[in-house]
Structure formats: C-alpha cells, structure tokens
C-alpha cells in the first residue's frame, strides 16, 4: 500500500476543498494519506513517502503564497528521485499567469528529482461540483500510479 503525504495551502478555502476532494480520491484506492497545512511541514518529510501531493492558489501576478516560501527553499536540499508526485492550486483567470503557483510547485518536483505523473490540476477559484469530482479523479488516478510501482528505499 502506498504512503502518501499531501500538503497544502489555502487563504479563502478553495485550496483546501481541492485537497478535501483529492484526499477523498486517495483514500478511495486504499492509499494511506498524510495531510497538512504547508504552516506545519517540513520539506524533508517529503523524502519520507512514495507520493507526494502539492497544493496552493496562485498569489497576486503568478506567485506562490508567502506561507509556501520557506517550505519551497526548503526543497532545494531533498533529494526525491524514485517519487510519484503532482500539484494543484485553485485560480483565477482575471490575473495574466493562470494558476502560475501549480506551475512553480511542479518544477521544483522536478528539480528535485521526483517524477510528475499526472499533469498540474487548476481548478478556478472555488470549487463546484464537477470540479470536485475532477479533484477526486485526480486523487484516484495518483493513488493508482503510484502504487503501480512503489519504490523501495
């Protein structure tokens, strides 16, 4: 069974309910899910699971949110070669880079070398039922290809 560890962030709700619904997706494949506010990990607890699943909202022109900051130097020092990871953040279209945080979390994945399996999922500011469904698909689907594989350390 895969260990999973979603972290996330959210100012008015949004991100959360994404995470809500992902974690629901998850769960739904039998997953074991660690869920957290970005506010209370550690970039090295990440080194730590087989899946790896970050969320936020984009801030103001393209942004990360400041509570994501730290977490997101953090990163630079994990090494997260051999995990499955993905990331997600509600949007909003009025701004000229839509969802730019999902974009920022994925290529810091990369960076540290973990492999991308499903592409970012952007959701427009809050969440309505078919996006919902959408997140919880998401979370299926990662459950899935993560545990087709899990790497052992």
Known sequence: M????????????????????????LR???AEV?????????ASELERYDGIVLGAYTWGDGELPDEF???????????????????????DSCYPEYGAAV???????????????????????SPNAEDAEACKQFGSEF????AKEVPHS
């Open 103 to 125: 974009d920022l979390l994925i290529g810091k994945l990369k960076e540290a070398g973990a492999d991308i399996v499903l592409p970012g999922l952007k959701i427009e500011l």
């Open 34 to 42: 660690v869920v957290k506010s970005v506010m209370d990990a550690n």
């Open 69 to 91: 900051l730290d977490f997101y130097e953090e990163m630079d020092d994990i090494k997260l070669t051999g995990r499955r990871a993905a990331a997600f953040g509600s949007c």
């Open 2 to 25: 895969a260990d999973i560890v979603l972290i996330y962030a959210s100012l008015t709700g949004n991100t959360e309910e994404m995470a809500d619904a992902i974690v629901s997706g």
């Open 28 to 30: 739904s494949q039998g």
């Open 143 to 146: 459950a899935k290809l993560v």
